[in-house]
């Protein structure tokens, strides 16, 4: 998925003693729906390493990486496969890789979690009330509730707010009014979180929806995509892949074949029944690497998958590949 797509922060213009009117820029990094502009499976293709880096990396993240040298990247991947052999057996099992992705994944969104409570959380008690989220977010005002906040969405200062105001409510588990350091990551990256499924597809569907029917056409779903499908081409011509999603969209996402995605085919789509994104990732990666097919995997095979490993979870978005020092704890 641009998934679940290319995940990227930026943080907001306002210090705690001044705050500037806002730009919805900020939320660009909380799309609960980050898909990749590329398949990662199609019918009759193979397999396309390109999703890994986008949907895993980001497209910044990727760019990073491609900075390092080859001999620098391996050592450094090297490094990372032995902190991920827990058991320092020379093999990396499925288990392990479950581990090591989910303590990577918990880690990113915990940093996420400090960088917004650096703007948000004004009083600084680790915690955060919507009056504090608000003002860190929107700023004091005064402002036309009618402006254009977020232009990444087009949505008013009053339609972000209601949605960041739900969003907040379903992700503040104990009620208290506010959201600590764990609930404050559930509202930043609710696609982690089941019981966020129906905020999460409420917001999709308001994002993709373009017409307000409360469904989602192949066209708004192509739209959503390649967004110079209904924009200005200058020229580009329609990707090959358009096709191949359309088909997608008709043979597997619309499930009544009505023409069109309802709010609980979308929820099938974006967070799937009885799918676990790790334990499908951990398989992926000894599928794609696992050579003498022992369903394990030895640091020589995933070295030798370099590409593969550098645009997958296990990796931290690449980031810990450029970051990693040899002292570093797991």
């Known amino acids: 998925m641009k998934s679940l797509r290319a995940i990227l922060i930026i943080l907001c213009c306002f210090a705690a003693t ?37 949907a895993f990396l980001g497209k910044d993240e990727a760019e990073r990486f491609d900075q390092l040298t080859p001999e620098e990247a391996k050592k450094r991947l090297a490094m990372i496969v032995d902190k991920v052999d827990k058991d320092a057996d020379g093999f990396v099992t499925e ?20 960088r917004h409570l650096s703007y948000t959380d004004l009083d600084k008690n680790q915690e955060v009330t919507w ?13 036309d509730p009618s402006d254009i906040y977020d232009k990444h969405r087009q949505q008013t200062y009053q339609e972000a707010e209601d949605l960041d105001q739900r969003r907040f409510e379903a992700a503040d588990m104990n009620k208290d009014g506010k959201l600590d350091k764990k609930e404050y990551g559930v509202f930043l990256h609710p696609q982690e979180y089941r019981h966020m499924k129906d905020v999460i597809v409420d917001e999709t569907m308001g ?44 043979e597997h996402r619309d499930k009544d074949k009505d023409g069109r995605l309802s709010k609980e085919e979308l929820g099938l789509w974006i967070m799937p029944e009885g799918y676990d994104h790790v334990e ?12 003498d097919k022992d369903k394990k995997l030895t640091k020589e095979e995933i070295l030798k998958h370099q590409d593969l490993f550098a645009g997958s979870q296990a990796t931290e978005f690449g980031e810990y590949l450029i970051k990693i020092k040899t002292h570093e704890e797991f």
């Open 95 to 114: 288990d392990e890789l479950k581990l090591w992705i989910t303590h990577v994944s918990q880690r990113y969104i915990m940093e996420d979690v400090e």
């Open 207 to 250: 994002d993709m929806d373009k017409d307000n029917t409360g469904f989602i056409s192949v066209e708004e779903y192509i739209g959503n995509l390649w967004p110079a499908y209904h924009g200005e081409r200058n020229g580009e011509e329609e990707p090959e892949w358009v096709e191949r999603e359309k088909k997608h969209f008709k």
């Open 18 to 54: 001044a705050y500037c009117k806002p730009t919805g820029e900020e939320r660009k990094g909380r799309d609960p729906l980050d898909l990749s502009g590329y398949d990662h499976f199609t019918e009759g293709e193979p397999h396309n390493a390109e999703y890994d880096h986008e």
């Open 280 to 291: 499908a990732e951990a398989r992926h990666l000894i599928y794609e690497a696992d050579v």
């Open 131 to 143: 009056k504090e989220y608000k003002k860190g977010t929107f700023g004091d005002g005064p402002y």
